[in-house]
């Protein structure tokens, strides 16, 4: 389950640094090639949004396979794409199918045993995490190899095998309600409003990803404004980053132990400490910058993937009948929280320069902080 969710999630990042190469192969003037990972996103979101819920309708067995041979049908269909608009329309079903993560995590948590609920949410999620952090050099190393369309072809293969396994490997999940789909939908507000925990674990995660979001958003282009490097060393900070999410099933198992919020308060705090190393970097000398960079880059992720662990241990506890619905407002809270910090770190990029990132991420993972130090 974590290998699938890997892969899944893998799919939203892989065109990223194969955009010069789909963009010449294609004839993609004006930018257009850079709408492909924009396009994907948003089929990612309007997922969780729409189509994340129905894991409380139906079996979540069934929605994983089928969602897993549409994502590999979209890889594959991608890879085929003779032009622009072919490859947008892949790009928004793969956003969409990519959603079968959100379907495993809580098949996950169903799965387990209330005492060790966290755990395995930990593992899966280190699967999860680490596919958004080492596709973007995976496709990289593939597409500049072999090119684009390869890296599509054998993305489809892997989540087709994928697909395979999860069949034979899960059993089936009964239903837990019996809504009918507007109503589900319905559910969500009514859900938001009756959870005050809900409230506060989704804002507190989607401010911490204000601040991780402006970070990975601007440091390639810091990098190469003022140190004059190019992308293959920020995909290189990408190691960090997976060597943080490995903090995820020590995150649950502590989860278990201590209980989520004491968990989250503490991830967050090691955030905030990375995120603040950040205000130190004005006037170092590039190789104490870049080590600066990767020390930073460790502290966060990890108190980042931590507490998302452990708000996601939080929230699955509150009702186990509507553990996807609730699923669904978490990261729906958190890819706006990434959405915000990308458009937010670029302003601030431009505005006030690399202090101006660190200050915002900082003070996003204050608030954050503040948002969980709170008392129900």
């Not at 890889?75 to 790009?91: I, R, V």
């Not at 009948?321 to 915000?340: D, H, K």
């Not at 991420?361 to 954050?368: Q, R, V």
Request: aromatic share 6%; charged share 10%.
């Amino acid at each position: 389950m974590a290998a699938g969710a890997g892969f899944s999630v893998a799919s939203l990042y892989y065109s990223q640094p194969m955009l010069g190469l789909i963009a010449s192969d294609l004839h993609a003037q004006g930018g257009g090639a850079g709408l492909v990972p924009t396009v994907t996103q948003l089929g990612y979101a309007l997922g969780i949004l729409l189509l994340a819920p129905l894991g409380d309708r139906f079996d979540r067995r069934s929605l994983i396979l089928c969602k897993s041979a549409l994502l590999a049908l979209a890889l594959g269909g991608a890879a085929l794409a003779g032009q622009l608009p072919g490859l947008l329309l892949t790009s928004l079903l793969i956003g969409l199918a990519a959603t079968l993560a959100q379907d495993i995590v809580p098949a996950a948590a169903a799965l387990a045993p209330e005492a060790r609920r966290g755990q395995v949410v930990g593992k899966v999620m280190t699967g999860l995490l680490l596919g958004i952090l080492l596709s973007r050099v995976v496709s990289g190393v593939v597409a500049q190899a072999w090119g684009w369309r390869t890296l599509y072809v054998l993305a489809a293969i892997a989540v087709a095998l994928m697909g395979v396994v999860l069949a034979r490997a899960l059993p089936r999940f009964a239903a837990t309600t019996t809504l009918r789909y507007p109503a589900l939908l319905g559910s969500l507000w009514r859900l938001w409003r009756e959870q005050p925990s809900l409230r506060r674990a989704v804002l507190s995660q989607s401010l911490l990803a204000v601040g991780f979001s402006a970070f990975w958003s601007t440091l390639a282009l810091m990098l190469q404004q003022q140190l004059g490097l190019g992308s293959a060393v920020a995909g290189a900070f990408g190691i960090a980053g997976a060597a943080g999410a490995l903090a995820a099933p020590l995150a649950g198992r502590f989860a278990d132990r201590l209980g989520s919020t004491v968990v989250a308060r503490l991830a967050i705090g090691v955030a905030l400490v990375g995120f603040a190393l950040l205000l130190l970097g004005g006037g170092l000398s590039a190789a104490a910058l870049l080590a600066l960079l990767a020390i930073s880059a460790l502290l966060f992720d990890f108190g980042f993937q931590s507490a998302l662990v452990a708000h996601q241990t939080l929230v699955y506890g509150l009702l186990p009948a509507a553990r996807s619905r609730l699923n669904a407002l978490l990261f729906t809270g958190v890819f706006i929280g990434m959405a915000s910090g990308g458009a937010l770190g670029t302003l601030a990029l431009a505005r006030w320069g690399w202090q101006g990132v660190a200050a915002l991420a900082t003070g996003a993972a204050a608030a954050s902080l503040l948002v969980r130090l709170r008392r129900a």
